[in-house]
C-alpha cells in the first residue's frame, strides 16, 4: 500500500471511531424502514416513489447554513446528509444479475478531502449497514441510472421548488440528481395538475356557458386560498371573460390540459405521508416528549432568570443555553421573544430590543432533539408581577386554552378547541369592553389554535378529528398593538400560552406543563433565585 493509500485508510478508520462518539438515541433504522413498509402498502400497482433529500443552502460566499434534512426524506430513510435519492417501487424489481429489490437510496460519495473539511459521510457501507438499505450507490448512479420511469403508471414525487444552486463541488449535487430524474422521467410541470387546480378544471369542462359566472365565482375563492392559481393563465381569463365565445375557446383549451396524460403525481406523497405522520409511534413520542421538555424547562430557567434590565437577544440565549445543554442539535425554527408591542408581531424574531423593562415578553420558542421539534410559549411579567391590565387579559387567554385542551378527545374534530377558545375569548374581550359585542370581527386574535408538531413545528397533517398519538398544539392568544381602537391600558399587551398535547385514550396529556401557566405560578416561578445571576461577564464598552 502506497502512502497516500495509507493515509486515505488512516483517515476513514478515524473518522469511523469520532462518528462512533456521537448521539446513539435517534430513530432507529427498523423505524425507518416500518415507515417505508407503510407507505409502500399505500401505493398502487406498478409504482414508484422518488423522493430527494434537501440541498444545502448557502449562507454566503463559501459559507452554507448548517444542513438540515428534509422530514419527509428523514422519516423514510433516516439518513441526515444533502445530495440523497430514495427510489421505492410498488414492487419487486430485478436487475441485470438476477437480484431482486424494491427500494434503492443513493447517497453522497465517500472522499477523505471532502470529509477533513466538512465531517464524515456514511457512504454506501453506512447505508446498507447503519440504515438498513440492501442496495445503496453513490449518488453518481442515480444520474446514470437505467430505471425506466416510463415504464411506471405512476410516479409519486413532491412538487419541485426549482430553487436549488449548482455549486459544482459535487459531481451529483441535488441540482444535477432532479436535472436527471426529470430528463429520465419526461417531466413537465405543464401535464400534472394540483388537486384543487384538477378540480376546477373539471368544474370549468361540465359547466355549460351559460352558468360560467358561478365558476368564476368559485375560481376567485380559491385564487384567494391559493394564489399560485393566478399563474395558470388560461384559468384566470376565463375567469375575467365576458364573450361566450372567448370563454368557450378557453374551456376547451382547459378542457385539453385536463385530459393530458402524465404518470407524474405531485399529491400521492404529501397527502400520504401526512397521514402517517400525523399519528406518532411509540419511538417517535420518546424523542418529541423529551424535545417538548427541555424546551419547558427552558421556559423555567429564564422566568427565574429574567430581569427588567435584560434585552430580548438576551433571554433568547438563555433559552438556547438550555437546549444545548441537553443536546438539542437545533432549534425547531427561529426563536420569538418579543417584549411589549413586539409581543404583537406574531413571527417576530428581530429580537434586538436591548431593555425589556417592565413589560411582559412573550417567549415562544421550541427545542429540536433528534430531529423532533418542540413549540411552547409562554408571556410573562419583566417585573416577576403582572398589572391588573395585564392580568385581566392573560386570564381570559388561560381560561381559553383549558377550555380547548379539554376538547383534545380522540374522535373529536380538530377544529373545535379553536371555536371553544375564540368563544371564550371573544366573551372576555366584551366583558373588559375591548370589542362591542361578542360576535364583532376584531384583529386581536389573529390565528387559529392547533397545529401538528414532530419533524416539523407545522407537521403535516389531515385536520380532520383527533386520533390516539397525536401531538397537537393549544395557543390561544390575544394582542392589542399600539394605536388599536380600545382604551390605552391594553395597548403594547401581547399574550400567547402554548403547549404540547398528547392525545390518549385517557384524556389530553400536556407534555409541556413543567413550565408554569397560571398567574401565581408564574409570579411564584420568577421570584425564585436563579443560578445565572451572579454570571456577569466584562464591560466592554468603556
Known amino acids: 500500500m502506497n502512502t497516500y493509500k495509507f493515509l486515505i485508510a488512516l483517515f476513514l478508520v478515524s473518522t469511523f ?4 462518539q456521537t448521539p446513539t438515541d435517534y430513530l432507529g433504522k427498523e423505524f425507518h424502514k416500518s415507515r417505508r413498509e407503510a407507505l409502500r402498502a399505500k401505493m398502487p400497482a406498478n409504482s414508484v416513489a422518488v423522493v430527494f433529500a434537501n ?3 448557502n449562507r454566503a460566499n463559501d459559507v452554507d447554513y448548517m444542513f438540515h434534512q428534509d422530514p419527509n426524506f428523514y422519516y423514510l430513510t433516516g439518513y441526515r446528509e444533502p445530495n440523497g435519492v430514495l427510489a ?3 414492487e419487486n424489481q430485478t436487475d441485470a444479475d438476477g437480484t431482486t429489490y424494491n427500494e434503492i437510496l443513493y447517497v453522497q460519495k465517500r472522499d477523505a478531502r471532502a470529509e477533513q473539511w466538512n465531517g464524515k459521510r456514511l457512504g454506501v457501507e453506512g447505508a446498507k449497514n447503519e440504515l438498513g438499505f440492501k442496495v445503496a450507490f453513490n449518488a453518481e448512479a442515480f444520474i446514470n441510472t437505467t430505471i425506466d420511469f416510463k415504464k411506471f403508471d405512476r410516479i409519486f414525487i413532491e412538487k419541485f421548488n426549482d430553487d436549488y444552486r449548482n455549486s459544482n463541488r459535487e459531481k451529483a449535487e441535488i441540482y444535477d440528481l432532479v436535472r436527471s430524474f426529470k430528463e429520465k422521467a419526461a417531466y413537465n410541470p405543464k401535464n400534472f395538475l394540483s388537486p384543487l387546480k384538477k378540480q376546477i378544471y373539471e368544474m370549468v369542462k361540465a359547466t355549460p356557458i351559460e352558468n360560467s359566472a358561478n365558476v368564476a365565482q368559485i375560481i376567485g375563492r380559491a385564487v384567494a386560498y391559493d394564489p399560485s392559481l393566478k399563474k395558470d393563465t388560461d384559468l384566470m381569463q376565463y375567469k375575467e371573460a365576458t364573450s ?7 374551456q376547451q383549451k382547459i378542457s385539453l390540459k385536463l385530459d393530458a ?3 407524474i403525481d405531485v399529491s400521492f406523497l404529501s397527502s400520504n405521508l401526512a397521514t402517517l405522520r400525523e399519528v406518532k409511534t411509540a419511538e417517535e413520542l420518546k424523542l418529541l416528549t423529551k424535545a417538548v421538555r427541555i424546551s419547558a424547562i427552558g421556559q423555567v430557567e429564564v422566568m427565574k432568570a429574567m430581569k427588567p434590565h435584560m434585552s430580548e437577544t438576551e433571554l433568547q440565549g438563555i433559552h438556547e443555553f438550555v437546549y444545548k445543554k441537553y443536546g438539542a442539535e437545533y432549534e425547531g425554527y427561529p426563536s420569538i421573544v418579543g417584549a411589549g408591542n413586539n409581543g404583537c408581531i406574531l413571527h417576530y424574531i428581530e429580537n434586538n430590543k436591548t431593555k425589556v423593562g417592565n413589560d411582559l415578553v412573550l417567549m415562544d420558542l421550541g427545542a429540536e432533539y433528534r430531529g423532533y421539534t418542540a413549540d411552547v410559549t409562554r408571556t410573562i411579567p419583566a417585573n416577576g408581577k403582572f398589572t391588573d391590565a395585564q392580568k385581566a387579559i392573560y386570564e381570559i387567554v388561560y381560561k381559553a386554552q383549558e377550555a380547548g385542551i379539554a376538547a383534545y378527545k380522540i374522535g373529536e374534530s ?3 378547541p379553536n371555536q371553544i377558545a375564540r368563544q371564550i375569548t371573544n366573551e372576555g374581550l366584551y366583558k373588559l369592553g375591548i370589542i362591542k359585542s361578542v360576535d364583532e370581527k376584531h384583529p386581536y386574535f389573529p390565528h387559529g389554535t392547533s397545529h401538528h408538531i ?3 413545528v407545522h407537521d403535516p397533517g389531515n385536520y380532520g378529528n383527533f386520533e390516539e398519538n397525536m401531538v397537537v398544539t393549544m395557543e390561544p392568544g390575544i394582542y392589542i398593538p399600539d394605536g388599536s381602537n380600545c382604551d390605552k391600558k391594553w395597548w403594547g399587551i401581547g399574550i400567547r400560552i402554548e403547549d404540547d398535547i398528547l392525545v390518549t385514550k385517557n384524556g389530553p396529556i400536556n407534555l409541556s406543563a413543567e413550565a408554569p401557566r397560571t398567574v401565581k405560578e408564574i409570579e411564584k416561578m420568577m421570584a425564585k433565585k436563579s443560578v445565572l445571576n451572579d454570571f456577569v461577564l ?5
Do not use: E, I, W
Open 538 to 542: 466584562p464591560n466592554l464598552d468603556d
Open 55 to 57: 440541498p444545502l443552502r
Open 261 to 263: 396524460k402524465t404518470n
Open 414 to 416: 380538530m377544529a373545535k
Open 17 to 20: 471511531s469520532v462518528f462512533s
Open 244 to 250: 361566450d365565445k372567448v370563454k368557450k375557446d378557453l
Open 454 to 456: 414532530g419533524l416539523d
Open 88 to 90: 421505492m417501487f410498488s
